[in-house]
C-alpha cells in the first residue's frame, strides 16, 4: 500500500504558505482556513520551510551594527541577561547623554502599569528622563533608592531623579526626606525607625526594576559632588581596594562590602537587596568605570549592562588577559 505523503513535505503547499505569510503578511490562522488546513500545520510548515532554508530570514542591520557580537559576548562571559552598547562621543557630556538615551529606550520597554521601579544616583541618570517618550504607566512607582537631601548637587540625588523619572512616565512617586549619610550608625537606626522612612526602605524589597549609576572613588565623582565625602575619605577607601559604589554602598572589584564600614551609615537600599530584582539596570560609561563595572557583577548588583563601546572593549580585554593568567 502507497504511503500518503506528509502535508508539511509538500512544496508547492509549503511555496504558498510562506508566500502568504512573509510576502502578503497573511496570519497563520488566515492561511489554515484559505487552505483549509490546521493552524498548527500552518506553523509546522513555516518551521519546515526555514529548516530546510527554504526560507532565509537575514537581519541587515545586524551586519551594520558593529557592538552586536560584542553585546553577545560580553552577555555569555558575564552571565548578563542584556547589555546595550553606544557609540564612543568626543565629550564626557555627549557621551552620558549617549548612554541615558539608550537606557531610555530600555526602560520604555520595561516600565509597565503596576511596576516598582527603584532609582539610585548620579549624573548619567540625570540624562534618562529627557529622552522618555511621553508614555503612561498607570499605578507604577518610582522610588529613590538612597537619600538625598545635601547642600550642592541636588540634581544628583535619587530623590530629583524619580520625581524627573516619574513625570516623565506620568507615574507616582514617593520621596525619601532623609540625608543619603549620617555621621553615625546609631543615627542612621533611629531616622529608618521613623515610620515614613522606614515605609520606603520597605518599598526597596518589591521592587520589579532597579536603574542604578556606577560609582568611582575619584573627585569627579557623584559622592564627591554631592558633598558627602571629602579627598581624604575617599583616600582612606581606596586604601582598601574599592572598586566602586552603588547607592552610596562602596565595592572591591571582587563585589564585597563587607570591609567598607561607612556603608553603614548611609539611609537608603543595602545593594545587597538588588541581587534578587528581575531587572537590576547598571549604567556607565568611561573606561575608569570598568572595575566599579565588574565589581557590580561580581556582586550580582546589576544583570543589565547599558554602556559605552569603549568601556566595553575594555572590559572584554582585561576578562581575556585574566584567562591567561
Not at 507604577?140 to 512616565?169: D, K, R, T, W
Not at 549604567?283 to 572595575?291: F, I, Q
Request: charged letters at 30%; aromatic letters at 6%.
Amino acid at each position: 500500500m502507497k504511503r500518503m505523503k506528509k502535508v508539511v513535505d509538500n512544496k508547492r503547499l509549503m511555496l504558498k504558505v510562506c508566500d502568504l505569510f512573509y510576502n502578503h503578511n497573511e496570519t497563520q490562522q488566515t492561511i489554515a482556513k484559505q487552505l483549509s488546513i490546521s493552524r498548527p500545520t500552518v506553523a509546522k510548515i513555516l518551521e519546515q520551510a526555514r529548516a530546510t532554508q527554504m526560507v532565509r530570514i537575514i537581519i541587515p542591520d545586524l551586519a551594520e551594527d558593529s557592538h552586536f557580537e560584542l553585546e553577545r559576548k560580553l552577555e555569555a562571559s558575564f552571565g548578563l541577561k542584556e547589555v546595550i552598547i553606544v557609540d564612543e562621543k568626543k565629550d564626557n557630556y555627549a557621551q552620558k547623554d549617549e548612554v541615558a538615551k539608550a537606557a531610555a529606550e530600555y526602560l520604555e520597554r520595561l516600565v509597565k502599569d503596576g511596576k516598582n521601579i527603584g532609582v539610585s544616583m548620579g549624573t548619567t541618570l540625570g540624562h534618562i528622563a529627557k529622552h522618555i517618550h511621553p508614555k503612561i504607566a498607570k499605578n507604577a512607582m518610582f522610588i529613590p533608592l538612597v537619600g538625598g537631601i545635601g547642600q550642592v548637587g541636588m540634581e544628583l540625588h535619587s530623590n530629583y531623579l524619580v520625581e524627573e523619572l516619574a513625570n516623565a512616565f506620568k507615574a507616582q512617586y514617593i520621596l525619601l526626606h532623609a540625608p543619603a549619610k549620617v555621621s553615625k550608625k546609631v543615627i542612621k537606626e533611629g531616622l529608618i525607625g521613623e515610620a515614613y522612612i522606614e515605609k520606603i526602605i520597605k518599598l526597596t524589597n518589591k521592587l520589579d526594576i532597579a536603574l542604578v549609576g556606577l560609582g568611582v572613588p575619584n573627585r569627579y565623582s557623584t559622592t564627591m559632588a554631592t558633598g558627602y565625602y571629602d579627598e581624604h575619605e575617599m583616600e582612606q577607601m581606596r586604601k582598601k581596594h574599592v572598586a566602586g559604589d552603588i547607592c552610596m554602598n562602596f565595592y572591591d572589584i571582587e563585589g564585597s562590602t563587607e570591609q567598607f564600614e561607612m556603608n553603614e551609615t548611609v539611609i537608603g537600599i543595602d545593594i545587597k537587596k538588588l541581587k534578587t530584582v528581575k531587572y537590576s539596570i547598571g549604567v556607565a560609561c568611561g573606561e575608569e568605570k570598568v572595575n566599579a563595572i565588574r565589581g557590580a557583577i561580581a556582586g550580582q548588583y546589576i544583570n543589565v549592562l547599558v554602556t559605552d563601546v569603549g568601556c566595553a572593549r575594555k572590559l572584554i580585554e582585561e576578562m581575556d588577559e585574566r584567562k591567561k593568567l
